[in-house]
């Protein structure tokens, strides 16, 4: 028998009819993404009335009314005759999917909500999953409520990576949340636009920045290499649990020796685990390693509002040498990353921004070196995501997002911060 059972499967359409543009062609931030896989976020709820199907199913379509691209479809085209990536807003198909289903599991029995095999079927998005070059009859939202066998539930919501990022995701979220609540959305209503059309640079400029900003390594012409290598072992994952007596003792050691150093939680933490993916990957000390933060770009460059829909992140780079980041400690790393946030400003945003988007127009002579990411944030509301029937009580995300290197930071219920590592299966075993 099926851990999870699928007992229906539908597409919701927008709760009424509006005027909106028929189609979107897609900024730079979002063809940064088109490669991007679905992203997939499954929260936990500890119980949940008779009617939640009905309840969630009502107030999405209401919600699908402000953030109607999520009932999109996605075009994909050469970048040069076509769009590289077009949002059509006028198919016949302009909904979301929405599954109900049941598992005998009781949330107990996944301890932490570690992501599994098992949690990707609380978020099922098609076998096979969609990918580029993207499907038309593709949804671009897909949303699940499964009851557990304990009276708890989860809340699965996969969603296009062009058509949106964590920013707008929790906006969604939210937004949602609120409706199904009290009716009515409460939050800023997004801005939809697209606009965004980025910075031409010349050939130099491209080049300079892939080498300084973004840690790129000058590949002869006749090594054509990919832009990052892909992974060639089988990856695994950590957890780590951080309450406020944890986060505040991390805080303190991060600013020792410093009169003037204090450090956000998510720059603490960010310090903590680049430090310890460095060391468990096992680079010489004069391997330049580098952590990219994906930095929301509302409100660093002007023609960006804060409500702004869509993708609006940007990678910001913090660079040492591994042999530093061993031996200076976590005061060191959390300088780094610290002084690296204060530095992107907007006129660095939109030039890294225009770089990273030539760098993956391949084939290019440039290679990116080793590097960490945080791919989330603590700083994201979670707790927001309350439907009528309590707050979030675990969350997790799909294994089909795993890569060397990469950390995740949420929020947990105690008010701490549940951190993720992945790495190679080998490294992990040298991870503390």
């Known amino acids: 028998m099926e851990e999870v059972a699928i007992v229906s499967s539908e597409f919701v359409t927008p709760a009424n009819a509006f005027d909106h543009p028929p189609k979107f062609e897609l900024s730079t931030f979002d063809r940064l993404m088109g490669y991007a896989g679905y992203q997939k976020r499954i929260l936990f709820y500890r119980s949940a009335p008779e009617n939640v199907e009905d309840l969630l199913k009502s107030s999405l379509a209401e919600v699908l009314v402000p953030f109607y691209p999520f009932a999109s479809r996605m075009r994909a ?7 590289a990536l077009e949002l059509d807003c006028s198919s016949v198909d302009f909904s979301a999917k929405f599954t109900v289903a049941t598992t005998k599991k009781s949330l107990a029995q996944l301890g932490f909500f570690e992501p599994c095999e098992f949690c990707d079927t609380l978020c099922q998005i098609g076998s096979p999953p969609p990918a580029y070059p993207w499907k038309i009859e593709d949804p671009l939202l897909f949303v699940q409520i499964t009851r557990f066998g304990c009276g708890g539930v989860s809340l699965g919501v996969g969603f296009s990576h062009q058509v949106a990022d964590g920013v707008s995701f929790w906006h ?27 910075l031409e640079l010349s050939e130099e400029e491209h080049m300079r920045n892939a080498v300084g900003y973004w840690g790129a390594e000058i590949v ?41 150093a204090r450090f956000s939680t998510y720059v603490a933490l960010c310090a903590e685990f680049w430090q310890r993916t460095v060391i468990a990957q096992g680079f010489p000390d004069s391997q330049t390693v580098r952590f990219f933060v994906l930095a929301s770009c509302r409100g660093r460059i002007a023609s960006i509002p804060t409500s702004y829909f869509g993708n609006a992140i940007c990678g910001l780079s913090a660079i040492a040498s591994a042999g530093d980041l061993k031996n200076r400690g976590l005061p060191f790393a959390a300088r780094t990353i610290h002084d690296a946030i204060q530095a992107f400003d907007g006129a660095r945003a939109e030039s890294a921004l225009s770089t990273i988007l030539w760098m993956m127009q391949a084939p290019r002579p440039v290679r990116v070196t080793p590097f960490g990411q945080s791919v989330s944030s603590n700083q994201h509301p979670v707790e927001k995501s309350e439907f009528g029937f309590g707050k979030p009580c675990g969350i997790t995300f799909g294994t089909n997002d795993l890569h060397e290197g990469k950390i995740y930071l949420f929020p947990s219920s105690d008010g701490g911060v549940v951190v993720t590592v992945v790495l190679k299966e080998e490294n992990m075993k040298r991870m503390i």
Do not use: C
């Open 77 to 83: 085209g050469d970048g040069v005759s076509t769009p």
């Open 172 to 198: 969604f979220m939210t937004s949602w949340a609120e409706i199904a609540r009290t009716g009515q959305m409460i939050s800023p209503p997004p801005v939809i636009s697209y606009n965004y059309k980025g």
């Open 220 to 260: 002869p012409s006749a090594e054509k290499m990919p832009l990052v290598v892909p992974n060639s072992s089988p990856l695994a994952t950590r957890q780590y649990r951080f309450d406020r007596s944890a986060i505040a003792e991390l805080k303190s050691r991060a600013a020792a020796g410093s009169s003037d």
